[in-house]
């Protein structure tokens, strides 16, 4: 698989400070009965700090958005951002890795989307400014 897109998510869960990855992993290989976690990445409140964790491989098509999986690429960031702000360091720490991933993979981005383009849904979060958070990928894209 060769990127084309990248879907933004939230895991509609509360983050904390303990690692909730594994459960959102587990939930999608035992309850959903899939290969493996849906998403490529996933942004998350570890100890004290926002760590980019790895879901599936980049080659691996993702589970993440009904009809649009054989050519993006999923992160999600844990929190629920219908309820809260996308906090200011996971927010960077996204604008870091999709920047980067955009530059590797040269997507536009034009083709960053939030799921709820695709799907009724709030996802990423009412609260997560998909257009803001665009425009700050494409200013470090040149830095």
């Given at each position: 698989?060769?990127?084309?897109?990248?879907?933004?998510?939230?895991?509609?869960?509360?983050?904390?400070?303990?690692?909730?990855?594994?459960?959102?992993?587990?939930?999608?290989?035992?309850?959903?009965?899939?290969?493996?976690?849906?998403?490529?990445?996933?942004?998350?409140?570890?100890?004290?700090?926002?760590?980019?964790?790895?879901?599936?491989?980049?080659?691996?098509?993702?589970?993440?958005?009904y009809?649009?999986?054989r050519?993006?690429?999923?992160?999600?960031?844990?929190?629920?951002?219908?309820l809260?702000?996308?906090?200011?360091?996971?927010?960077?720490?996204?604008?870091?890795?999709?920047?980067?991933?955009?530059?590797?993979?040269?997507?536009?981005?034009?083709?960053?989307?939030?799921?709820?383009?695709?799907?009724?849904?709030?996802?990423?979060?009412?609260?997560?400014?998909?257009?803001?958070f665009?425009?700050?990928?494409?200013?470090?894209?040149?830095?």
């Open positions: 698989m060769i990127p084309k897109q990248i879907i933004l998510h939230h895991s509609l869960t509360k983050d904390g400070t303990t690692v909730s990855w594994g459960a959102i992993r587990r939930y999608h290989i035992y309850t959903n009965k899939w290969e493996n976690i849906a998403y490529h990445f996933g942004l998350e409140l570890i100890g004290d700090y926002y760590e980019i964790l790895l879901g599936r491989m980049m080659y691996e098509m993702g589970a993440h958005t009809g649009q999986n050519d993006s690429l999923g992160i999600c960031f844990v929190g629920n951002y219908d809260s702000e996308v906090p200011p360091e996971m927010w960077k720490r996204g604008i870091d890795l999709v920047s980067t991933l955009c530059r590797i993979f040269d997507i536009d981005t034009d083709n960053i989307h939030g799921h709820n383009e695709y799907a009724p849904k709030s996802c990423p979060g009412k609260n997560f400014n998909v257009q803001g665009k425009a700050q990928v494409e200013e470090a894209k040149h830095l």
